[in-house]
């Protein structure tokens, strides 16, 4: 049973427009979530977190928003460049999982942004 | 920010034979560093949680024997694939954990993977 699920595997853009990914989550316990972008061939690199105690977090063109409720989150970027094409990882942890750093990822949305 | 590296990023191997990949926190120490496996069009599987000093701690499904974890020292970790088969080959990706100031959590980096053929 798949607790972190990103049910789209592609999306394609626009340059200049706006990119938005989503990711559910199925375990209420999870009080921690970050994305991360990976090229191929190479390690993931972080993006951009949020915990549970807020509803947003923005960091330059990359916002992340957590509706707990429906346990959905999804990360907008603004403006779509095409150095963003890449694979998105949606991931999350459970309480003291942090301190464990143990996360549970999705399976990932690949962004392709054309000029 | 922290930073990992892996070695080496490629190796090709024949089968039967054994393989290292390291995994090594370059500016910081990670008493837990964790061991993924990417399968293609797949995401990020976690193999086992690397503890420095003792045991690791393997996933379900994964063979102890087969994936030999060692975490010597608070800035190496090392994966050895023994027995190598043509279905291990993958991309294996370390990660390590450090404590963030500024987010008052740890944080997981991830080191730019090791892609393991074996032929």
């Known amino acids: 049973d798949q607790q972190v699920k990103q049910n789209s595997p592609s999306l394609s853009v626009q340059e200049g427009r706006i990119s938005i990914l989503n990711c559910d989550y199925t375990n209420s316990m999870f009080d921690y979530f970050l994305w991360y972008k990976k090229y191929p061939a190479e390690g993931p690199t972080f993006l951009i977190s949020?915990?549970?105690?807020?509803d947003k977090n923005e960091d330059g063109r990359f916002t992340v928003f957590l509706n707990k409720s429906a346990k959905h989150l999804s990360l907008h970027i603004v403006p779509s460049q095409p150095g963003d094409s890449a694979v998105y990882f949606c991931?999350?942890?459970?309480?003291?999982?942090?301190?464990?750093?143990?996360?549970?990822f999705g399976k990932g949305t690949k962004l392709s942004v054309k000029p | 920010g922290a930073v990992v590296s892996q070695h080496p990023s490629r190796v090709i191997c024949k089968s039967g034979t054994s393989v290292k990949i390291e995994c090594r926190s370059l500016?910081?120490?990670?008493?837990?560093m964790f061991w993924y496996r990417q399968f293609p069009k797949k995401s990020l599987m976690l193999m086992a949680t690397s503890n420095e000093g003792s045991k690791a701690t393997y996933e379900q499904g994964v063979e102890k024997d087969k994936f030999l974890i060692n975490h010597a020292s608070l800035t190496l970790s090392t994966l050895t694939v023994t027995s190598a088969h043509p279905e291990d080959s993958s991309f294996y990706i370390c990660?390590?954990?450090?404590?963030?100031?500024?987010?008052?959590?740890?944080?997981?980096?991830f080191g730019p993977g090791t892609r393991l053929t074996v032929t």
């Open positions: 991931a999350a942890s459970a309480p003291d999982g942090g301190s464990q750093g143990n996360l549970i």
């Open positions: 949020i915990s549970s105690i807020k």
């Open positions: 990660s390590a954990i450090a404590y963030s100031l500024g987010e008052g959590f740890y944080e997981q980096y």
């Open positions: 500016d910081f120490q990670a008493t837990t």
